[in-house]
């Protein structure tokens, strides 16, 4: 019965990146952990998470779908998640009239749908525990239009604005919400947004993701509102905030317009 004492993490987008980080950091801290990932690497991941008596179950699926989460809900089952890291997400680069429908509509179901459809069934049993803590990556990308990557963009908006609105329905209860807002980050992600060729997809200078999610955990276990992992990035989102809507559209198609890492 010891085993059961072990709290316990839910960790989406866990197959690399910061997904895998966190959950990392989670098994270090003796959380047991439920993975699961819309990639076949998740299996891997397990292996590389199992060790100093953590249990980790893995699941690959589709999380864009509600079908997917409801997989993933009934692995977890009754028992009490002590908490949620909603880290699943998609990229896509190109401008929005060129992107194929499917794939845009698969960023939304990803990045929102399917996350505050886990975050609702999983919140809802946190608040009948009282307790319990909920991370969501974000993005500094939330904070400006983003050219050439607007359905993107605009989902992490959507969440960062969510995080925060939760956050307040919640203050009064044991449960707290925290929101990650990376900025570029050293992940598969512009390779699977297809935008190695872009000035932010070949900038060698992305942040480790190690180091990005170490900045989110510990934000989440002190029940931070938000953090902006980086100081450049710090700098960015405050510049964010008084910068008009125009020039930020226009600093973000310098960063994202196809072929714009050859200049």
């Not at 900025?183 to 060698?204: H, I, N, S």
């Not at 008084?242 to 930020?248: H, I, M």
Request: glycine content about 10%; aromatic content about 6%.
């Amino acid at each position: 019965m010891i085993e059961d004492q072990r709290p316990l993490a839910v960790v989406t987008g866990a197959s690399s990146g910061i997904g895998y980080e966190l959950a990392k950091l989670a098994a270090e801290d003796g959380y047991d952990l439920v993975i699961a990932a819309d990639e076949p690497s998740i299996v891997e991941a397990q292996a590389g998470l199992e060790q100093n008596g953590t249990r980790v179950e893995a699941l690959q699926v589709d999380l864009s779908t509600t079908q997917g989460v409801d997989q993933l809900l009934e692995l977890i089952g009754d028992r009490s998640v002590d908490a949620l890291m909603a880290n699943a997400g998609r990229g896509l680069g190109h401008g929005f009239l060129d992107q194929d429908w499917d794939q845009a509509r698969l960023v939304i179901d990803t990045n929102i749908t399917g996350t505050v459809y886990l975050i609702q069934n999983l919140a809802r049993a946190m608040r009948e525990r009282d307790r319990g803590k909920i991370l969501i990556t974000g993005s500094i990308a939330g904070l400006m239009p983003g050219s050439f990557q607007a359905v993107y963009n605009g989902t992490k908006a959507f969440l960062d604005s969510f995080s925060w609105a939760l956050r307040n329905e919640l203050k009064e209860t044991g449960i707290t919400v925290s929101c990650l807002m990376p900025g570029p980050t050293d992940t598969e992600f512009f390779e699977r947004a297809d935008m190695l060729d872009t000035k932010v997809g070949a900038d060698p200078r992305k942040a480790d993701p190690a180091d990005v999610a170490k900045v989110g955990y510990r934000a989440m276990l002190k029940g931070e509102g938000d953090v902006v992992a980086g100081f450049k990035n710090k700098l960015q989102a405050a510049a964010a905030a008084v910068t008009p809507q125009n020039v930020l559209a226009e600093q973000h198609r310098k960063m994202a317009e196809p072929g714009s890492g050859a200049s």
